[in-house]
């Protein structure tokens, strides 16, 4: 008996975290003044596109089954990167090339530790948090690397907008678009799930592990590199202290979303909800003016709460499914 | 076997090439002896205008010092023109213990290093990475190193522990940017500070003089004054408070609002411009702001935000701490919004502490007895307040340069322009 | 005898106390023999306590394949509850109490969130992080709270014969206990077998969500009195407390030879790990590296040691296979 299109996206995975970000959304609209505005609307849109675009490799590398736990410090050291080349003369566009080469070359790193030497993802990423931070502050002094007014093209990179939509968002759904539809319907993409999802299976499958992972490291790297560069020209300038909670932010916001932390499930529709919802909410604590320690519990708290209603719509999922079997 | 010995191998050599990379503090003592002679005639002859040139000195701390009885002349110890030759004694090790990475420590290790080289010390340094235990660790790992004496630069909540700790050990130091009171407010330890409060104060002050230039008359209604907070910070907290008090004083009838940062646990620009896009979006009912930010990643990213809104010639920034406002400026920021910032010279801090704490080494003071002329009634120890300049557009590019004139009036550890 | 010889050393103990006597003896030269002074060995054995109690709470988890990020909130949540209620009047030991019943919840949360309503570990764990540090900060009202009990900052900050920290005795007499319970009894054994595979070991008899409950408490309860011992030491209870310390635990723990589902290693091979990772950073400081290569250098010994360990392990394996 097939059940309809309606019933279908009913039981979706999805449906759950969208209702309730439409739920988070309608309430801060209604309660806070000015928060269904074209100017907070535009500055939730920004404030999504570090985890969002840090997300989008993250999210990859999840579903492969491995982990990058430093990709904040990377795309800290890519916004360094940048804002050296471009003080050192170099125009733009060829600095953020370099930069994305830079990335690949960390995400090589990477690879080289999990795949050719064998240690865990987790551990050497973790690692590599150390390494790359201490060499954010050799390289800067702990001072900004400033980006110079006459650069203001580059500005507009990270803060430009066309139409209603801020160029960096922009950016973070097209690479969200396309690295969904590689997911979705290249064969690259089910091996990439196959690999997450049983591993024992993948290789009996004749899937070579090691060489998808090391390409999902490098390309984890290579967009966390030009993720900074997008934060560092929203700032004008780089320092060591930019971006680094981005690995926590988007683990948390694609997890959330539906990405499974062990491998094999999940989607850039999962990761655009989850940065959304997380976005939204923490937006609309802030405006609401709640006491910030009151804050970081109910940040907590709507994780909790997220996963509860998803919790309760995969039991009556599995229920419904149960029924049909029989 | 092969493979041990040959990853030993790397390792040593890693290590090796790092420590000869921090080894080059080692060999200053050989770079001192050709300046020491000038050095020792520029010391003497001020000594002659010692308490005169005090008098005129930019560092002269706010405070009324106790007056001088003329029974007793209290001998003034511990400042730039003491009458020492430095270059008469074996160089002092000390060591500048932080709490955290930052351009602000950064800048004072460069100060310190310089001053070392006038003064004959040498200068190792501590960074607890933001933990308390790391702290107190890194002081004991400092004694067993065998420094002389300690700049403790260290988080106000465990602040006592880390001074009790240095007692203990008998170590001499002095306390940077916070000071340490006990229940009743007597001072504990000698420290040089500012005025949080009144870095608070003082910005609003500013612009509270200015504000009809860029304005004209406005309705107080339209106004509203943004608290960038990071309220576990109670040095943080203090210059908040300042900037309140002051905006409920000048601007009687104005809204205020305060986010606190603690929400987003970044003390980066990211999180400012999130805090002020966020909450400025939500109150399209003010038409004029004035954003003050306990720090200046913060103000950073105010700025950012501000520079995208319609009129961002109506919103007004301002924040304590001097080591981003000048970087921006310098990179050809026009000034619109974010105009001026409570400076804090690094040499205004770094060269009293580093006198006081020679002095203390050298035993012509101790921790109570310095700066005794300036000593507060009722307290232990002297809180040395430093004067602040008010960095702007005009003066970021020069504004330390009359204090370094005082240390080093021919410009010897200059860096090269 | 020569048989027994060569498994000992072809153990995973053996190589990492190797690379930790190999650290002692290269930076006792470098830093001309200030290392292995008294003071400093000293100031190394206070480091460790902390690291010691965080480790064992994250190394029993991983070895029943979980982890625990909420360390950090929950070690600074104990503390804060502790010094509040020692300030408001009660003696030590119930104070202590009722911040590991505070802590213990915080741990009863997680387990349920990951057994019963089958969250992700992750979320589950960041999500408690986040509610405990609230607490905290509200608890504190953003301020710290001073330790003022004696009996406390006596622990805290008091050696035995001026040379052993009781820190570290603390610490110590828990890793024996632990590594007692992994080795020796049903439970442990039980851990390991969960690790491996729960749903097998379920079917074994065992009970996998009872245990799962049980670890989660321990890591949480084993935060707390690292976060207590910590405050103890700086005499007062820090709204930072030990935030961000998480990973540090997860780090010794895997330096030690624990990974997710079991691993060779045990608690004598995290507190080999932990010493490791001490002595180097103590190592530095002494040598007065500039601190940011500091930073960088602690992650490329945390690498140097995995790959030596990893080397050594392929070459036990490449042996134990081409033996006979």
């Known amino acids: 008996m097939k059940s309809s299109l309606f019933k279908r996206v009913l039981r979706s995975k999805l449906l759950p975290l969208v209702a309730v970000t439409v739920v988070v959304v309608a309430f801060f609209g209604i309660t806070t003044n000015g928060f269904l505005s074209a ?31 430093a990709s904040g410090y990377e795309a800290c050291m890519g916004g360094i990167i940048t804002a050296l080349l471009i003080k050192a003369g170099i125009p733009w566009p060829a600095a953020l090339l370099i930069t994305i080469a830079a990335g690949a070359v960390m995400g090589g790193i990477l690879a080289f530790l999990v795949n050719k030497v064998g240690l865990m993802g987790f551990i050497s990423s973790m690692a590599m948090i150390s390494v790359y931070n201490g060499l954010d502050y050799i390289v800067t002094k702990a001072q900004d690397v400033t980006i110079t007014a006459e650069h203001a093209s580059f500005y ?32 690259f993409g089910r091996t990439i799930y196959m690999t997450g999802g049983n591993r024992a299976a993948a290789r009996l499958a004749g899937v070579n592990r090691k060489k998808i992972t090391s390409i999902l490291y490098i390309n984890n790297s290579a967009i966390c590199a030009l993720a900074g560069s997008l934060v560092a020209a929203r700032m004008h300038c780089a320092n060591a202290a930019a971006c680094t909670s981005g690995s926590i932010d988007a683990i948390t916001a694609a997890v959330l979303g539906g990405v499974s932390f062990r491998g094999g499930d999940g989607n850039m529709g999962c990761l655009f909800i989850g940065v959304a919802l997380v976005t939204f909410f923490n937006s609309g604590l802030t405006a609401s003016g709640l006491q910030s320690y009151w804050q970081i519990v109910v940040q907590g708290l709507l994780l909790v709460v997220a996963l509860c209603i998803d919790f309760v719509n995969e039991r009556s999922r599995q229920k419904a499914l149960s029924q049909v079997a029989i | 076997m092969k493979k041990l010995i040959s990853i030993l191998l790397v390792l040593l050599l890693v290590v090796s090439m790092c420590a000869c990379g921090s080894g080059s503090s080692d060999t200053k003592p050989d770079e001192t002896p050709t300046p020491a002679q000038e050095d020792t005639d520029k010391e003497t002859t001020p000594a002659e205008d010692d308490k005169a040139e005090d008098a005129e000195t930019p560092e002269e701390p706010a405070e009324t010092p106790d007056a001088e009885t003329p029974d007793e002349v209290i001998e003034k110890v511990g400042y730039y023109d003491d009458p020492v030759d430095h270059f008469a004694r074996d160089p002092y090790t000390f060591c500048y213990c932080y709490t955290g990475p930052g351009a602000l420590n950064d800048n004072m290790i460069d100060v310190f290093h310089r001053l070392g080289k006038l003064y004959n010390f040498e200068l190792d340094e501590m960074n607890a990475n933001n933990s308390a235990d790391n ?24 602040q006592a522990r880390v001074v009790e700790l240095t007692e203990e050990l008998e170590l001499p130091y002095v306390l940077l940017f916070n000071y340490l009171t006990d229940e009743n407010g007597v001072n504990l330890a000698p420290a040089v500070v500012i005025d949080q409060s009144r870095s608070g104060r003082d910005t609003i002050q500013w612009y509270a003089d200015r504000y009809q230039e860029y304005w004209g008359d406005i309705d107080m209604k339209d106004l509203c004054l943004l608290n960038l907070n990071y309220s576990t910070n109670p040095a943080f907290q203090e210059r908040v408070d300042g900037s309140r008090e002051q905006f409920e004083k000048v601007f009687p009838g104005a809204d205020i609002i305060e986010v606190d940062g603690v929400s987003s646990g970044s003390l980066n620009a990211e999180a400012g411009y999130d805090l002020t896009s966020q909450t400025i979006s939500a109150h399209p009912e003010y038409k004029y702001w ?29 924040n304590s701490g001097s080591n981003c406002l000048p970087l921006e400026f310098e990179a050809g920021y026009d000034g619109t919004s974010w105009k001026v910032c409570y400076a804090v010279s690094d040499i205004n801090y770094g060269g009293p502490a580093a006198m006081g704490l020679i002095a203390i080494c050298d035993g012509r003071a101790t921790e109570e007895t310095l700066w005794q002329e300036l000593k507060a009634d009722g307290d232990k120890c002297t809180l040395y307040v430093v004067d602040a300049v008010m960095v702007t557009k005009d003066n970021w590019s020069n504004f330390k340069d009359e204090v370094w004139a005082l240390y080093d009036p021919e410009g010897k550890t200059a860096p090269a322009a | 005898m020569k048989a027994k010889l060569r498994r000992m050393t072809n153990s995973k103990l053996f190589t990492l106390t190797l690379l930790l006597i190999v650290i002692i003896v290269i930076f006792e030269i470098l830093s001309k023999g200030k290392l292995l002074s008294f003071k400093n060995i000293r100031s190394i054995l206070q480091s460790v306590s902390v690291v010691t109690f965080l480790a064992i709470g994250c190394g029993m988890l991983l070895m029943s394949g979980n982890t625990d990020l909420s360390l950090g909130g929950v070690g600074t949540l104990g503390p804060m509850v502790l010094a509040f209620c020692i ?10 109490i009722i911040a590991l019943i505070s802590c213990a919840l915080c741990g009863l949360g997680n387990a349920l969130m990951v057994n019963y309503l089958n969250f992700p570990t992750f979320i589950a764990t960041i999500a408690m992080a986040s ?3 609230g607490i905290a900060y509200l608890i504190s009202g953003g301020k710290n709270i001073d ?38 009894t049903k439970f442990g054994r039980s851990i390991l077998l969960v690790g491996g595979n729960a749903e097998a070991s379920r079917l074994a008899g065992l009970k996998p969500k009872k245990i799962s409950f049980i670890l989660f408490v321990n890591a949480s309860c084993m935060a707390c ?51 490791i990772l001490n002595v180097f950073n103590n190592a530095m400081q002494l040598v007065g590296l500039s601190s940011y290569y500091q930073t960088v250098m602690s992650g490329v010994l945390l690498l140097v040691a995995l790959i030596y360990d990893k080397i050594m392990e392929n070459n036990r394996m490449h042996r134990a296979i081409t033996a006979k």
């Open chain 1, 39 to 69: 100017s907070n609307l535009r500055s939730i849109m920004i404030s999504m596109c570090l985890s969002g675009m840090i997300g989008v490799g993250m999210s990859m590398l999840l579903i492969s089954g491995e982990i990058d736990l």
């Open chain 1, 156 to 187: 507009s990179l990270g803060a430009g907008t066309v139409g209603f939509l801020p160029i960096p968002f922009i950016i973070m759904v097209v690479l969200m678009i396309i690295y969904g539809l590689i997911l979705y319907k290249t064969e």
């Open chain 2, 135 to 158: 702290y107190v660790q890194g002081v004991e790992v400092e004694y067993n190193k065998g420094v002389d004496g300690l700049f403790i630069d260290c988080d106000p909540t465990y």
């Open chain 2, 290 to 318: 004035i954003i003050f930010a306990c720090v200046e990643y913060y103000a950073q990213g105010a700025c950012r935000y501000v520079e995208t809104t319609d009129h961002p010639e109506n919103i007004l920034i301002t």
């Open chain 3, 87 to 96: 300030a408001a009047g009660l003696p030590w030991y119930v104070a202590l």
């Open chain 3, 131 to 133: 509610i405990s540090q």
């Open chain 3, 147 to 184: 330790m003022k009990d004696p009996t406390l900052n006596f622990i805290g900050t008091k050696r035995l014969f001026d040379f052993i920290p009781y820190t570290f005795i603390i610490a110590m007499v828990a890793l024996v206990i632990y590594a007692i319970i992994l080795r020796k």
């Open chain 3, 225 to 275: 009195l690292a976060g207590s011992l910590m405050c103890a030491r700086v005499k007062t209870a820090t709204t930072a407390g030990l935030s961000g310390s998480q990973f540090t635990g997860i780090t010794a723990a895997i330096l030690g030879g624990i990974s997710f589902g079991g691993g060779t290693g045990g608690m004598m091979g995290a507190l080999v790990g932990i010493f």
